[in-house]
């Protein structure tokens, strides 16, 4: 087929490498360049980079609202539109362009977790799965209807960095049995019943609420991990924590009771892999070799 490719961060690289490996990618589109580390230099994005090794036209507008773009879209004249974490809303004019429409690969079991953040939301809620599901794109928000689906177990350890990479795999290989089906699949819509929004990931709710179920804060360590990671104050400074275990234990919330065990509001939660402020991220036997967390230290 003829395809267009729209997406932008690392988790849209593997969808673009197999439609690649199958198909004509007629032009890539993904986010403008963002000044990135110490020296603020333009970087191009994980999609936009891979393309360039590939040899791919792309292109990055600001906006698909206006209609030079929209003209310049549907001159390519593609089959289908592959959008997958593009960051821009595709207007009505995008949308129709492709003589298949545009379908969207969305990490999330539809309709629950619509919207920005789906793996970090499933984690957090404690959803015992999750998947992608293929979906063509219409103007609401996540709201088309389904053409594939495929689920994955979330284990009490797994973080969003580990589904992340399940989960784009997953897409990858989804997307092309849908473009070896097309025409003839065909889209469910989805049901009214269990909506949910994940909304966007904010760096405020990262601190750790020790009052919370231990549970809860497991979840919340899991599900921000690897970013924003959720973090706590110690006496040593601050602690970003990457991997939790809800265990047994009891005591006042936020006292370390054996190690990287800190006690919650009910029961307490284990530490797996932390990083301290200005090092690498470690395993909780690392950390303490490191830092004095004594039996009695209180974490905030």
């Known amino acids: 087929m003829r395809v267009i490719f729209m997406g932008t961060p690392g988790f849209s690289v593997p969808v673009l490498e197999a439609l690649h490996a199958e198909h004509e990618v007629l032009c890539v589109y993904c986010q403008p360049p963002r000044p990135a580390g110490r020296g603020k230099k333009e970087r191009p994005t994980p999609v936009h980079a891979r393309a360039q090794e590939l040899g791919l036209p792309v292109r990055h507008p600001v906006s698909l609202k206006t209609p030079e773009a929209q003209a310049e879209f549907a001159a390519l004249q593609a089959d289908v539109a592959v959008v997958v974490a593009y960051g821009l809303i595709l207007p009505q004019a995008v949308l129709d362009a492709p003589r298949h429409g545009c379908l969207n690969i969305h990490a999330s079991l539809l309709p ?34 389904v053409l594939l689906q495929e689920t994955t177990d979330i284990g009490p350890r797994d973080t969003t960095g580990d589904l992340h990479d399940r989960l784009a795999a997953m897409g990858a290989r989804l997307i092309v049995t849908a473009l070896r089906a ?47 990671g959720a973090w706590c104050q110690t006496p040593d400074g601050r602690l970003k924590l990457l991997n939790a275990e809800a265990v047994p234990g009891a005591g006042a919330p936020g006292t370390v009771l054996d190690g990287l065990t800190v006690a919650c509001g009910t029961g307490a939660v284990r530490f797996l892999k932390a990083q301290r402020e200005g090092k690498r991220a470690m395993t909780a036997d690392d950390v303490l070799r490191g830092m004095d967390l004594a039996t009695g230290t209180v974490l905030t």
């Open 112 to 145: 629950r977790w619509r919207g920005a953040a789906p793996i970090h939301r499933a984690v957090m809620a404690g959803d015992a799965q999750t998947g992608v599901c293929i979906m063509q794109m219409e103007a609401g928000l996540d709201t088309g209807p």
């Open 182 to 228: 097309l025409p003839g699949l065909v889209a469910q819509p989805q049901p009214e019943d269990g909506v949910s929004y994940a909304r966007k990931i904010d760096k405020a709710e990262a601190r750790v609420d020790w009052s919370e179920p231990a549970e809860a804060v497991a979840r919340k360590i899991n599900g921000l991990s690897p970013f924003p």
